[in-house]
């Protein structure tokens, strides 16, 4: 029988295939109108002091809303545009946009852009950066540069350059997802990073005493201290864990329990209302199981 069902198989495998490049063709196509027709648009999520719960910035997410399908993800329509060449005009939109944006906020407030190891591969980024800060006319240093470790892929001495061009721009750089990639403790002795931050992955279920992530973020938090780096904690959603965290010496927090990524107007409005305050959200106190 299983031989008998191997021919079945393979036909399935074979259509699922075809089906799957066609809707990847599909996506790219659909994305580059969308960038054409402006379905794409830019979310910001708080980024908050564990000291005095002040708002020290936001990150930018860029968000899709497809004329038929609604919201995509960005974990979803990235990794497309990445691979068919469109993240570097994408990527150019939202630094635009995101630096255009941060201009109407106090100057004290930063903004953070996610950078794709592919834009950071092309040596005209730092160009895009600075016409973004230019037209926008924010200082560098409000601007924060959010790279993750799939940048150390390429060869050494072009990510060096890079890295030389970046700061010599003035902008900050924050490596992103920490923990989950080719995570490699000489990079970090390399790169000149300002932050870390600290995936969700450790974060999720660090309150609760059996588990070995409170360990894995303090021993972080001690590296970043030692290389004069800033720490954020990313993906915090509950009350419990802002004590937590603050107790294991994360210096910012961000997360649903302060704000889900939110329209410039909803910035504008939480900005003015708390005079730049956090409020933890109450309508959550634990994780769902
Ligand atoms: P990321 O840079 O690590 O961004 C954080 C993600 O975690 C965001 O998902 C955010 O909405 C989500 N998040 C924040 N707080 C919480 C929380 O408390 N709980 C949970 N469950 N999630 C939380 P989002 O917006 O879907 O973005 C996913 C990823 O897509 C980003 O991860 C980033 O890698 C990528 N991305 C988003 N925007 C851009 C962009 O403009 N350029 C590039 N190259 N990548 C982007
Ligand atoms: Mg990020
Ligand atoms: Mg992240
Ligand atoms: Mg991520």
Not at 16 to 36: F, N, T, W, Y
Not at 106 to 126: D, H, K, M
Not at 231 to 240: L, M, N, S, W
Not at 256 to 266: D, F, H, I, M
Request: hydrophobic share 40%; proline share 5%.
């Amino acid at each position: 029988a299983a031989k008998a069902d191997g021919r079945g198989i393979h036909r399935f495998y074979r259509e699922e295939l075809l089906h799957g490049a066609k809707s990847r063709r599909q996506m790219e196509d659909d994305l580059r109108v969308a960038l054409a027709q402006g379905q794409l648009h830019v979310a910001y999520q708080p980024v908050v002091s564990t000291r005095d719960e002040c708002i020290v910035g936001y990150e930018a997410l860029v968000r899709w809303t497809h004329p038929v399908r609604g919201p995509i993800s960005p974990a979803e329509f990235i990794p497309v545009a990445e691979e068919c060449g469109l993240i570097e005009s994408i990527g150019e939109w939202v630094m635009r946009t995101a630096c255009a944006d941060a201009a109407s906020w106090p100057r004290e407030v930063r903004v953070a852009v996610n950078v794709s190891p592919i834009q950071f591969a092309n040596p005209a980024l730092p160009t895009v950066i600075a016409s973004a800060l230019s037209r926008s006319g924010i200082a560098p240093q409000r601007l924060e540069i959010e790279l993750t470790e799939g940048i150390f892929l390429q060869e050494n001495n072009a990510s060096d350059r890079m890295f030389q061009s970046l700061k010599g721009l003035g902008v900050r750089l924050a490596l992103d997802d920490f923990g989950t990639g080719y995570s490699s403790l000489g990079y970090l002795k390399k790169a000149p990073f300002d932050k870390i931050k600290i995936d969700q992955s450790f974060v999720r279920g660090a309150t609760m005493p059996d588990t070995r992530n409170a360990a894995i973020i303090k021993a972080i938090v001690t590296l970043a201290d030692t290389l004069g780096m800033e720490t954020t904690a990313e993906g915090v959603e509950i009350q419990d864990e802002i004590a937590l965290i603050r107790s294991l010496g994360c210096s910012h927090i961000q997360g649903y329990v302060y704000g889900r990524p939110a329209s410039t107007g909803e910035v504008a409005a939480q900005l003015a209302s708390s005079g730049g305050r956090a409020q933890p959200i109450g309508f959550k106190n634990s994780r769902a199981p």
